[in-house]
T-cell receptor, first 109, second 110 residues
Framework: GQQVMQIPQYQHVQEGEDFTTYCNSS?????IQWYKQRPGGHPVFLIQ?????EVKKQKRLTFQFGEAKKNSSLHITATQTTDVGTYFC?????????FGKGTHLIIQP | DVKVTQSSRYLVKRTGEKVFLECVQD?????MFWYRQDPGLGLRLIYF???????EKGDIPEGYSVSREKKERFSLILESASTNQTSMYLC?????????FGSGTRLTVV
């Protein structure tokens, strides 16, 4: 079945540094979604990318979908302590999502 | 915004007990899902449902069953709880472009 690999598993940054997490799928994805989970919380939807090569921005967050629709990235510029959490990518849709294992972002003030 | 409510935030059950985890959504979405989340393994799909009385196995259905008698309610059943089912259980609904998760139920089986 479909597998979604996500790296790195953990990322420590100083507040103000940039952060990037990467996802790779074993199969072509129809779309990819990104979620953020705060410590003790549940996954919260951030965005969906559908088109090949798509780039979307939400304030300091930039999401990219690869040309082959098999990889994606999330980049955060100038991290803040509120960015702490685990970021998941997920492929799929009406039949359920296949999640990457997530990247834990740890920010040192 | 869609609200997905899971009846219990924390639950402790004994090995061999029958356990019901309830999930209710308020937006008439047809597709509902149960995932479990474990450290190092991420979120994995247990079962999902397209509509009332419809169910499909996900990636790890063993040891679980589900019930969907009404559109808004999707129940996960552990017929005979075992310690390896200690986990965080998350319910979700789907509309095109977005899935919405409940707050989760942390189940401990002792």
């Amino acid at each position: 079945g479909q597998q979604v690999m996500q790296i790195p598993q953990y990322q420590h940054v100083q507040e103000g540094e940039d952060f990037t997490t990467y996802c790779n799928s074993s199969t072509t994805l129809s779309n990819i979604q990104w979620y953020k989970q705060r410590p003790g919380g549940h996954p919260v939807f951030l965005i969906q990318l559908v088109k090949s090569g798509e780039v979307k921005k939400q304030k300091r967050l930039t999401f990219q979908f690869g040309e082959a629709k098999k990889n994606s990235s999330l980049h955060i510029t100038a991290t803040q302590t509120t960015d702490v959490g685990t970021y998941f990518c997920a492929g799929g849709g009406a039949d359920g999502l296949t999640f990457g294992k997530g990247t834990h972002l740890i920010i040192q003030p | 915004d869609v609200k997905v409510t899971q009846s219990s935030r924390y639950l402790v059950k004994r090995t061999g007990e029958k356990v019901f985890l309830e999930c209710v959504q308020d937006m008439d979405h047809e597709n509902m899902f149960w995932y479990r989340q474990d450290p190092g393994l991420g979120l994995r799909l247990i079962y999902f449902s397209y509509d009332v009385k419809m169910k499909e196995k996900g990636d790890i259905p063993e040891g679980y069953s589900v019930s969907r008698e009404k559109k808004e309610r999707f129940s996960l059943i552990l017929e005979s709880a075992s310690t390896n089912q200690t986990s965080m259980y998350l319910c979700a609904t789907h509309r095109p472009g977005k899935d919405t998760f409940g707050s989760g139920t942390r189940l401990t089986v002792v």
